[in-house]
């Protein structure tokens, strides 16, 4: 079914705003898969917070332009599955790898973040970014750290005269 020029518009325009706040997108070839196997995808995409979308490749170029996965144009080829990570950079790897681990006709071809287009082996380091929950607690943990070492180094005198302390009490009780 041929799209009319309309519909082309609506769908690079929908594309657009999706690339122009996704925080890293990951294509895959997806020749081969069933409609099922499609579907099961697009629910976990969606649970993870992952806009997914099989596009014309011609229109993904348009779509892509003027952000940062412009990077990702010249390797638009064959029929490809688009996921942009809305929520945290890894999330569409974690998604799309995961998939590909049990679908093997889902062939990872290329992915983006920060302006530079990765290859295929570059999805599973994408995959272990932190989510925004985790990166703020592993945050957390660094700035907390140094104030807990010096909690302690200011209680350590006060504790070793108690120990001390109640080391000359127990001699002079079993004396």
Do not use: W
Not at 5 to 20: F, N, P
Not at 141 to 147: E, F, H, S
């Amino acid at each position: 079914m041929a799209l009319s020029l309309e519909q082309k518009k609506a769908i690079v325009a929908e594309v657009a705003e999706v690339a122009s706040t996704a925080h890293s997108a990951v294509a895959a070839e997806y020749r081969g898969l069933s409609v099922e196997q499609l579907t099961q995808l697009r629910v976990q995409a969606r649970g993870a917070g992952v806009y997914l979308r099989v596009v014309k490749n011609n229109l993904a170029k348009r779509a892509v332009e003027g952000t940062e996965f412009a990077c990702m144009q010249e390797s638009m080829v064959g029929p490809l599955i688009i996921g942009f990570s809305q929520q945290d950079p890894g999330a569409a790897a974690r998604v799309m790898g995961d998939f590909a681990k049990t679908n093997d006709k889902l062939k990872i071809t290329m992915a983006a973040i920060g302006g530079k287009l990765l290859g295929p082996e570059a999805v599973p380091s994408m995959a272990k970014l932190p989510t925004r929950d985790e990166a703020i607690a592993q945050l957390m943990a660094v700035i907390k750290a140094p104030l807990d070492k010096f909690a302690r180094t200011l209680n350590e005198p006060v504790a070793k005269l108690a120990r001390t302390l109640a080391a000359v009490r127990d001699q002079k009780e079993a004396a």
